[in-house]
Antibody, heavy 123, light 111 residues
Framework: QVQLQESGPGLVKPSGTLSLTCGVS?????????WSWVRQPPGKGLEWIGEISHSGLINSNPSFKSRVTMSMDMSNNQFSLRLTSMTAADTAVYYC????????????????WGQGALVTVSS | QSVLTQPPSVSGAPGQRVTLSCTGS?????????VHWYQQLPGTAPKLLIYGNNNRPSGVPDRFSGSKSGTSASLAITGLQAQDEADYYC???????????FGAGTRVTVL
C-alpha cells in the first residue's frame, strides 16, 4: 500500500519561502507515476499547485508558475515543493499526492494522498 | 471562480438517493477529458471515490456511481448513510490551464 507523508514547518513568515517534503513508502518514486502538490485554504476547496515526473519534468498551475519549484530525491524516495514570496493568502493545508495512469490512454487520476500539512503565513 | 461548477450543498434523508452535478466546458469535459470524484470526510485528506467517469477503486461501495455526458458530469449516492456526510469534489484536466482543475466542492448533509 502506497503511503505519503508531508513534512515541513507549520509557520512561514510573510515574504518567506515554504519548503515541504513528501516521503513516499510502499513503492519507488522512480516509476511512471507523477507526484503532485495540492493545497486547501481553510474552509475552501482544493487547488492544484503542480506535478513532477520521475524524470524531473514539471507542470505547474500558471497561478504559481513564477513562485514554485519542485524536485525529486530518489535516494530518499521523496519529493519536495518550494513556494517563494509567501503571503497570508498562501495559508492552507498542503497535500502531496500520487498521480497514476489508468486505462489504455494517457488518463491520470490522483489515487493516493498524504494526510496534509497545515502551513500558516504569519509574522 | 472554479473552472468546474458544483452546487455548494446537497442534502437527503438516510436511504435516499442524491445526485451531485459538476458542469465543465469545451476545454475540459468537452475536450474528452474524464471526470474523477473525491470524497473528503471532515478533517481528513481527499480520497479517490470514482475515476474515469464511472469506475470505483477497490473498496468503494457500489452505492456510489458516476457518469459524464458532454460538458456535464454527475455523482450519485444511493442508500444515503450518515457516514456519507462529507465534501465531494469533481476533478478533470483543462486545456486552457494546461493542468488539473477541481470543482469548488459539494457538501452532502444527511438529514
Amino acid at each position: 500500500q502506497v503511503q505519503l507523508q508531508e513534512s515541513g514547518p507549520g509557520l512561514v513568515k510573510p515574504s518567506g519561502t515554504l519548503s515541504l517534503t513528501c516521503g513516499v513508502s510502499g513503492g519507488p518514486i522512480r516509476s511512471s507515476n507523477w507526484w503532485s502538490w495540492v493545497r486547501q485554504p481553510p474552509g475552501k476547496g482544493l487547488e492544484w499547485i503542480g506535478e513532477i515526473s520521475h524524470s524531473g519534468l514539471i507542470n505547474s498551475n500558471p497561478s504559481f508558475k513564477s513562485r514554485v519549484t519542485m524536485s525529486m530525491d530518489m535516494s530518499n524516495n521523496q519529493f519536495s515543493l518550494r513556494l517563494t514570496s509567501m503571503t497570508a493568502a498562501d495559508t492552507a493545508v498542503y497535500y502531496c499526492a500520487r498521480i497514476s495512469y489508468y486505462g489504455a490512454g494517457s488518463n491520470r487520476r490522483f489515487d493516493y494522498w498524504g494526510q496534509g500539512a497545515l502551513v500558516t503565513v504569519s509574522s | 471562480q472554479s473552472v468546474l461548477t458544483q452546487p455548494p450543498s446537497v442534502s437527503g434523508a438516510p436511504g435516499q438517493r442524491v445526485t451531485l452535478s459538476c458542469t465543465g466546458s469545451s476545454s475540459n469535459f468537452g475536450a474528452g477529458f474524464e471526470v474523477h470524484w473525491y470524497q473528503q470526510l471532515p478533517g481528513t485528506a481527499p480520497k479517490l471515490l470514482i475515476y474515469g467517469n464511472n469506475n470505483r477503486p477497490s473498496g468503494v461501495p457500489d452505492r456510489f456511481s458516476g457518469s459524464k455526458s458532454g460538458t456535464s458530469a454527475s455523482l450519485a449516492i444511493t442508500g444515503l448513510q450518515a457516514q456519507d456526510e462529507a465534501d465531494y469534489y469533481c476533478q478533470s484536466y483543462d486545456t486552457n490551464l494546461s493542468g488539473f482543475v477541481f470543482g469548488a466542492g459539494t457538501r452532502v448533509t444527511v438529514l
